[in-house]
């Protein structure tokens, strides 16, 4: 069973600094299978980045993803205010087997 | 406009049943995989089951194997999430998701949850 680890638990950063945020796998994984999903304070997750480094339809250039293996990586380049939100990593494997990681917080510093 | 609005949420006691229920607008139902998720009270993400476009398969994360049972009836534009045996770890914010039309297993879009309590 692959375990998806973020860090850090909580970036706290100003508006317009960049934010990188990980997520670890604890094996190898095909980054096809791997996605991004924002949460914001009282509402529901939304699709960020889809196979590793695919933005979904809407999302501003701002976010990025990048990775292979089992490190991957969410770049917001210059953070604005409705960007402060709870950021989620997720990986599907064909069993099927879904798994979100723990999240990591971004709040206003 | 894509939406999708759950329903059916309550206050249950433990080992009771509730059954959840998702309709969906502005998009072509029957076309597209649809999953629950769930959020307990300040936790983390779940998976808890998805079913194809046409019923014919349908998963569940291990938790809730043998007392969920995701449905849907697209005539309807429905899904549903019957759950019976209900165990307080089961409380939580229910989403129901719609799965991306190339990639199933991606939900691309959310509705805004309907929350379970179990408790006596």
């Known amino acids: 069973e692959i375990v998806l680890t973020q860090s850090p638990g909580t970036l706290s950063l100003s508006p317009g600094e960049r934010a990188t945020l990980s997520c670890r796998a604890s094996?190898?994984?095909?980054?096809?299978?791997l996605a991004w999903y924002q949460q914001k304070p009282g509402q529901a997750p939304g699709l960020l980045i889809y196979?590793?480094?695919s933005r979904a339809t809407g999302i501003p250039d701002r976010f990025s993803g990048s990775g292979s293996g089992t490190d991957f990586t969410l770049t917001i380049s210059r953070l604005e205010p409705e960007d402060f939100a709870v950021y989620y990593c997720?990986?599907?494997?064909?069993?099927?087997?879904?798994?979100f990681g723990p999240g990591t917080k971004v709040d206003i510093k | 406009e894509v939406q999708l609005v759950e329903s059916g949420g309550g206050l249950v006691q433990p080992g009771g049943s509730l059954r959840l229920s998702c309709a969906a607008s502005?998009?072509?139902?029957?076309?597209?995989?649809m999953h629950w998720v769930r959020q307990a009270p300040g936790k983390g993400l779940e998976w808890v089951a998805n079913?194809?476009?046409?019923?014919?398969?349908?998963y569940y994360v291990d938790s809730v194997k043998g007392r969920f049972t995701i449905s849907r009836d697209n005539a309807k534009n429905s899904l549903y999430l019957q759950m019976n045996s209900l165990r307080a770890e089961d409380t939580a914010v229910y989403y129901c998701?719609?799965?991306?039309?190339?990639?199933?297993?991606?939900?691309?879009?959310w509705g805004k949850g309907t929350t379970v309590t179990v408790s006596s």
């Open positions: 094996q190898s994984i095909n980054s096809n299978y």
């Open positions: 079913m194809k476009e046409d019923g014919s398969e349908k």
């Open positions: 502005g998009f072509i139902f029957r076309s597209y995989w």
């Open positions: 998701a719609r799965g991306l039309l190339w990639a199933h297993y991606y939900m691309d879009v």
């Open positions: 196979g590793a480094s």
């Open positions: 997720h990986h599907y494997d064909t069993s099927p087997r879904f798994t």
